[in-house]
């Protein structure tokens, strides 16, 4: 049998490895008075935030740029792509919406939150 991508085990969400211990939950939260530490809070708060929201919020441009940042400090942000309407055309465009699992909300909860 020729193994595919898609017939990979690791690829396709098998817990092979599921005998592991889970690794601890040590994110580093980014410091108080930026832009990062904002859409983190916005973010452990449930929200699921896209680049118009945060741009109204706070008049950044550069979301992705933080949630980078975030991802670089441990934190497991999601994302799931979203259609947004604007009076411009291509009137439809596909932008994406980041957000924390509900698990990583209770996990941070859990260790302390914000001190």
Known sequence: MKKTRGSR?????????????????T????????????ALDLMLKGKKISHPDFEV??????????????????WPVQTIEVIHYV????????????YLTHDVIRKFLKVGGVK
Request: hydrophobic residues 35%.
């Open 9 to 25: 085990q690791a690829l396709t969400g098998s817990k092979q490895i599921s005998f592991l211990p889970e690794p601890d939950f």
């Open 27 to 38: 994110p580093k939260l980014p410091s108080k008075n930026t832009l990062a530490f904002r």
């Open 57 to 74: 919020k706070t008049s950044s441009w550069r979301l992705a740029a933080h949630i980078h940042v975030l991802k670089e400090l441990g």
């Open 87 to 98: 009076a411009k055309k291509p009137k439809n465009r596909h932008i994406r919406r980041y």
